[in-house]
Structure formats: structure tokens, C-alpha cells
């Protein structure tokens, strides 16, 4: 995971020594819920989340940039069919209260549009893609069933960036995310909501 997110640094370095006359950095706290497949594992929703993303004007109203982010998703569930396992060539079924956990880390190559790049509020909407580092674990009493996987990921995403004034480069960030992964190994794919709120900064 270091050699990915040393990766990442470095291509975000390129772009800012190629283009520095006009950006957008956020920092964002992130909520999320999962859908589909991964809401059946973890159904509540999920506080634990940060995102940052780096942006470039290449013109007045497109960016191209980077995003790296970490959620942490957690449940804990009765009533589930019982799971089977394999323990020295002997097959048995556990069951009982089960405690699911969710690492993701996608790591995306990103482009968007700012449909009215010279007003106050700058609503935007574009998509990422990269690459998704999922770890799951289900807990059952004193047994733990882990996986991981890292597979293709898209993200499109609607947003609004809105200064403090209109003099400031700084602002509230808000957007919203649908980060798709595709299945790898033992996971089935990804597909999660997020909902960003926190600080830009556009130059």
C-alpha cells in the first residue's frame, strides 16, 4: 500500500510542477453508505471517512487531477444464516452475532467540469478512475474471516465548491460520490454512496 500511495504523490507532484497557474485542492470528511452487495455486508450508515483531492485547470472550465481516500465501514448483525469453514481438512458451520468491517482506499485519475467558473458558486461534476483497495472482515464470536482484493474502480461524482466571500479562494467543498469496485479474489464488487463535506481552496 506505501508503493501505491508513494505513486499517487508523485503523479499529483507532476501535475503541480506542469501546471501551477490555476487549482483546486479539497480535504473532505466523508459519510457512507453502502449499496447493493455491499450494503447487504455492512446496511448502517458510516461516519469515518477523509478524502483529498487535487485538481488543474487545463482550461477555464475543466480539471484534470487525483484522489486518494480512506472509509472505514462497520456493522454488526443478528440473525444470519450460519457460515461454513474449513479448519484442518474438518468442514463446520458457526453461527451467531457477526461484526463486519470495511477498509477501502481507491486511488483515481480524475476530470471534471465547472459549469460557471466565473461565479460566486462553482458547481461541478466529473468522474475518477483508478484503482480500489478493499479489506473485509467478518468477526463470529472467536473467529474472524478475512479477505482482501484490488480491482478496477470509477467514480462519477456531482459537486459545488462556495468561497466565504468573494474575494477568498477558500471555501466549502460539498459533493457526492458513487464508488463502484470491481470483484476480485474472494469480494464480490463494491459499489458505496458518499456524501463530502469540507475545505477547498481554488487559485
Same mark, same amino acid.
Given at each position: 500500500?506505501?508503493?501505491?500511495?508513494?505513486?499517487?504523490?508523485?503523479?499529483?507532484?507532476?501535475?503541480?510542477?506542469?501546471?501551477?497557474?490555476?487549482?483546486?485542492?479539497?480535504?473532505?470528511?466523508?459519510?457512507?453508505?453502502?449499496?447493493?452487495?455491499?450494503?447487504?455486508?455492512?446496511?448502517?450508515?458510516?461516519? /469515518?471517512?477523509?478524502?483529498?483531492?487535487? /485538481?488543474?485547470?487545463?482550461?477555464?472550465?475543466?480539471?484534470?487531477?487525483?484522489?486518494?481516500?480512506?472509509? !472505514?465501514?462497520?456493522?454488526?448483525?443478528?440473525?444470519? +444464516? +450460519?457460515?461454513?469453514?474449513?479448519?484442518?481438512?474438518?468442514?463446520?458451520?458457526? &453461527?451467531?452475532?457477526?461484526?463486519?468491517?470495511?477498509?477501502?482506499? +481507491?486511488?483515481?485519475?480524475?476530470?471534471?467540469?465547472?459549469?460557471?467558473?466565473?461565479?460566486?458558486?462553482?458547481?461541478?461534476?466529473?468522474?475518477?478512475?483508478?484503482?480500489?483497495?478493499?479489506?473485509? /472482515?467478518?468477526?463470529?464470536?472467536?473467529?474472524?474471516?478475512?479477505?482482501?482484493?484490488?480491482?478496477?474502480?470509477?467514480?462519477?461524482?456531482?459537486?459545488?465548491?462556495? +468561497?466565504?466571500? &468573494?474575494?477568498?479562494?477558500?471555501?466549502?467543498?460539498? !459533493?457526492?460520490?458513487?464508488?463502484?469496485?470491481?470483484?476480485?479474489?474472494?469480494?464480490?464488487?463494491?459499489?458505496?454512496?458518499?456524501? !463530502?463535506?469540507?475545505?477547498?481552496?481554488? /487559485?
Amino acid at each position: 500500500m506505501k508503493k501505491i500511495y508513494l505513486t499517487a504523490l508523485l503523479i499529483i507532484g507532476f501535475i503541480v510542477s506542469t501546471n501551477a497557474q490555476q487549482f483546486y485542492w479539497t480535504t473532505n470528511w466523508e459519510i457512507s453508505k453502502g449499496v447493493g452487495d455491499t450494503g447487504d455486508f455492512i446496511e448502517s450508515v458510516n461516519f /469515518r471517512g477523509i478524502s483529498f483531492d487535487g /485538481r488543474y485547470f487545463i482550461n477555464e472550465n475543466v480539471t484534470v487531477g487525483g484522489f486518494v481516500s480512506w472509509n !472505514a465501514l462497520y456493522d454488526k448483525l443478528k440473525n444470519l +444464516p +450460519p457460515i461454513e469453514f474449513e479448519d484442518d481438512g474438518l468442514v463446520g458451520h458457526v &453461527s451467531g452475532t457477526q461484526v463486519h468491517y470495511l477498509n477501502v482506499f +481507491p486511488i483515481l485519475a480524475n476530470m471534471h467540469y465547472f459549469f460557471d467558473a466565473d461565479g460566486k458558486i462553482k458547481p461541478y461534476a466529473g468522474i475518477g478512475l483508478g484503482g480500489v483497495y478493499v479489506e473485509q /472482515r467478518n468477526d463470529i464470536g472467536f473467529r474472524s474471516f478475512n479477505s482482501d482484493s484490488f480491482g478496477f474502480a470509477a467514480q462519477p461524482e456531482i459537486g459545488v465548491f462556495i +468561497p466565504f466571500n &468573494s474575494y477568498s479562494g477558500t471555501g466549502i467543498n460539498l !459533493a457526492v460520490r458513487y464508488l463502484y469496485g470491481s470483484s476480485a479474489g474472494e469480494l464480490k464488487s463494491l459499489s458505496m454512496l458518499n456524501f !463530502a463535506i469540507g475545505f477547498g481552496f481554488m /487559485r
